[in-house]
């Protein structure tokens, strides 16, 4: 995606060419086509008008370096744009209190209850007593539902089955959390429309009633144009302190973080990665805004693949394939280290481009079995010079490994081809993306 | 043409206040005899379409076929220019393969009917069951659910509370049971029991999970080997406040299932899901069903027409 913006862009720059510096006049085909990826994002449509305007003024009058095509330049400047309006620091909650209250609002589904569970986890491990309050009286279940991640996460759960009253279950349960000396209480509210008139008001009341410090707007990253009506009207009710933009672990562009950020002005404060109670991060305005730009989340994938992958190793990897010389050996190790990370395809998503080449190389989780047992079958020289292996040799991989001659080649096909992916992909690393550690990442 | 043509115009509006223009009143000073579309019509037919979630993509498909439709049929007054406009927005939801049952009396001599619900988390699809379990009773159905998220805390306790709304049986084999025997006991019981719909939920997920999707694939066939044609409903069900990742929703979900009906919940809020006209248009899968509001009445089968005209409200 990112490549493909970026050709569109500098096909778009045709004019550019031999003048060295943007101008008004040959710019105006590149920001449409800014505009559009930004509404492909799901940026909203205004927004989208009025970010790429700014942008534009920014572009006006730069020089075009050397060492760039100008549809490079723009996208560094879309980039830095949005990093910065992202904002830089990432903030962390409320500390204030006693307890420290926040609510927990927004849509329904957006994930309020399992991000109320992954923050009582999260704040917990910092060594604070936490209490979490079912306060959504109107879903079937809620409240069974957060009681199970409170045992979950080992904490405990303020509840009262019979009681329809949202804010008297906010007011009662923060007397239990004074009384119990907990530090921080959690409260989980039902979702609700932000033109459900009766149920906006009902949780203005809960915020009356309880002055908590923070409260935090849940919102789906896979929210379209709407999120600016939605986020502005809770935000006009509430004044909310927050934002947590949840299922990242999908594969939406996310624009709508954008759309949030512009019409209320709040941090995203935490982003969720997962339905498991620890899948919760901070959030991080460059990644964010690589995603929204397409150009996928190599940051966050190099940090993963780091907690994996034993760094001098992957340095020596990165060698070895530039100088095309890794060997079934390396293969084997790392398809073990690979399946340590989990789930692949979740990493894969996240690498520009290479997603479609990888797809029709096809190693899903399973397949590692086959490829395996034909690697253990390979002699030591076999699989350190994987060229010598001929006809013959084929023949007794397959039936030594109890797979059949087509596997065997299709292996060796896959490998050469790995070999050559790869060996691009580390030379990007020239282009300032560090890929350390990446190889045979699929 | 108008389409991302902004430059010309003035320094753009940024009050984000929901748009109150009404497109087909603010053109309602007659443009007469035309054979094309003028480039104002255009550029605020293109604000409302994306505003919608409609995409480019396919708000350009849009306007390409109104423009053909207008070089042949000519308008004279606005207001057949807007019919022609719904017309072809209209005919994208129209075309599909589909040989499912249309409404909830009649369905087509199958007995038991199964409907498998998938789609990504939050979506409403569990509530998207206990509203169905309500209108197939009403028409005189008998009704068995399948509690198939045993995943999600709580899950299968929401759709037994959905099951006694409506008295209807519920399937259950506990939490973190294998979702594919609760589905196969589901058609089994179905089968054994006279029933006439059985509707399995599944957890949410999503759907660049390799693994979920392959589970959800596993799901769909163990039901084969009781019913060769079960489920014969694979409903995938969109939020209707989803932007563009929809169409990757669709296309993952149809590759893991052959989803065959779509459900838009979610409707009665501000997000307009426009985004389905693209999806149903590219798959070819119709919208079956639409939510509009938590309550076991808030369903309704889907018009297309009705839908069409809510883009243009407000
Ligand atoms: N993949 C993924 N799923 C998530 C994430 N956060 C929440 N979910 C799932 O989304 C669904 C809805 O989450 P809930 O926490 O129940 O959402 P809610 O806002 O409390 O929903 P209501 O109370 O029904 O309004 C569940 O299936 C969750 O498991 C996330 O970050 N990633
Ligand atoms: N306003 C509104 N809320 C809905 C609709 N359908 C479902 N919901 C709510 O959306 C949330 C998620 O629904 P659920 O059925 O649990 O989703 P699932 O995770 O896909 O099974 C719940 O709070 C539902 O009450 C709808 O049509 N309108
Ligand atoms: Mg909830
Ligand atoms: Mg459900």
Same mark, same amino acid.
């Given at each position: ?442 | ?115 498998? %619900? ?18 197939? #009773?009403?028409?005189?159905?008998? %009704? ?15 759709? #037994? ?6 008295? %209807? ?52 066939? %163990? ?42 919940? #979610?409707?009665?809020?501000?997000? #307009? ?42």
């Amino acid at each position: 995606m990112f490549e493909n913006l970026s050709a569109k862009l500098d096909k778009a720059f045709k004019t550019l060419k031999g003048q060295g510096r943007i101008s008004d006049l040959n710019i105006a085909e590149t920001v449409k086509e800014i505009r559009k990826a930004l509404i492909d994002a799901d940026v909203n449509y205004k927004i989208a008008k009025q970010f790429t305007d700014t942008v534009k003024e920014k572009a006006i009058g730069q020089n075009v370096l050397k060492s760039v095509s100008p549809g490079q330049l723009m996208i560094k400047i879309v980039n830095d744009e949005l990093v910065t309006l992202f904002g830089g620091k990432t903030e962390g909650l409320s500390n204030s209190g006693n307890p420290t209250v926040i609510l927990m609002v927004g849509l329904q589904g957006s994930g309020k209850t399992t991000h109320t569970a992954k923050l009582a986890n999260f704040l917990k491990k910092q060594g604070k007593t936490v209490m979490m309050a079912a306060a959504d009286v109107y879903r079937p279940a809620a409240i069974e539902q957060l009681k199970v991640l409170g045992e979950q996460i080992d904490v405990p759960v303020y509840f009262e089955a019979e009681n329809k009253n949202p804010v008297q279950i906010a007011i009662n349960a923060l007397k239990a959390a004074k009384n119990k000396d907990i530090r921080v209480l959690l409260i989980d509210t039902a979702g609700r429309l932000s033109i459900d008139e009766e149920m906006m008001q009902e949780i203005g009341n809960i915020k009356s009633a309880v002055n908590p410090h923070e409260i935090l707007f849940v919102v789906d990253s896979m929210t379209g144009q709407d999120a600016v009506n939605t986020a502005k009207a809770f935000n006009d009710i509430l004044d909310f302190t927050g934002v947590i933009l949840t299922k990242l672990d999908g594969d939406t562009r996310g624009g709508a973080a954008l759309s949030i950020k512009t019409v209320v002005n709040k941090p995203i404060k935490f982003v969720g990665t997962g339905e498991k109670v620890d899948a919760l991060d901070v959030f991080h305005p460059d990644r964010m805004a690589q995603r929204i730009l397409g150009m996928g989340d190599i940051v966050s994938l190099v940090e993963k693949a780091q907690q994996v992958f034993d760094e001098d190793e992957a340095a020596l990897i990165q060698k070895k394939l530039l100088k095309d010389q890794f060997t079934f050996q390396d293969f084997y190790n790392q398809i073990q280290q690979i399946k340590k990370m989990g789930n692949i395809k979740d990493l894969v998503g996240m690498i520009p481009g290479v997603g479609k080449a990888i797809k029709d190389i096809d190693i899903s989780d399973d397949s590692f079995k086959g490829i395996e047992a034909i690697i253990n079958s390979m002699t030591e020289k076999e699989r350190q010079t994987p060229d010598i292996i001929n006809g013959s040799r084929r023949k007794r991989l397959a039936s030594g490994s109890g797979t059949d001659i087509q596997q065997v080649n299709q292996l060796l096909k896959q490998f050469e081809e790995m070999r050559k992916m790869m060996k691009n992909m580390s030379k990007m690393q020239g282009a300032g993306r560090s890929l350390k550690g990446l190889p045979f990442m699929k | 043409m108008g389409i991302f043509n902004f430059f010309s115009k003035e320094k753009l509006d940024t009050g984000l206040e929901k748009t109150k223009l009404n497109l087909f009143g603010k053109i309602s000073k007659a443009l007469v005899g035309k054979s094309s579309v003028d480039d104002s019509f255009l550029d605020e037919l293109e604000e409302i379409l994306v505003s919608s979630d409609v995409g480019i993509e396919t708000t350009l498909k849009i306007i390409e076929r109104l423009q053909k439709r207008v070089a042949t049929d000519k308008y004279i007054v606005s207001s057949e220019l807007n019919n022609l406009l719904k017309d072809e927005i209209t005919l994208l939801l129209e075309e599909n393969r589909s040989e499912i049952p249309t409404d909830f009396e009649n369905l087509k001599g199958i007995k038991p009917y199964v409907i498998m %619900v998938v789609g990504v988390n939050g979506v409403g699809k569990t509530t998207t069951i206990g509203k169905l379990a309500n209108q197939f #009773k009403k028409a005189g159905k008998k %009704v068995v659910l399948g509690a198939g998220d045993t995943f999600r805390a709580a899950a299968v306790a929401q759709l #037994k509370i959905w099951g006694e709304r409506n008295e %209807v049986h519920v399937v259950e084999n506990g939490m973190n049971a294998d979702p594919a025997s609760v589905a196969f006991d589901t058609v089994k019981y179905a089968n054994e029991n006279n029933i006439d719909i059985a509707i399995i939920d599944t957890a949410g997920r999503l759907h660049n999970k390799i693994n979920l999707m392959n589970e959800l694939s596993k799901i769909k066939r %163990v039901m084969s080997k009781i019913i060769t044609d079960a489920p014969h409903e694979i409903l995938l069900v969109l939020d209707a406040s989803t932007g563009q990742n929809a169409f990757e929703q669709a296309k993952q979900f149809i590759a893991a299932t052959e989803v065959n009906a779509l459900a838009l919940t #979610k409707l009665d809020g501000t997000a #307009k899901g426009g985004v389905v006209i693209g999806v149903a248009d590219q798959f070819k899968i119709p919208v079956k069903y639409i939510g509009v509001g938590e309550g076991i009445d808030d369903l309704q089968l889907f018009n297309k027409k009705e839908f069409v005209d809510s883009l243009f409200k407000n």
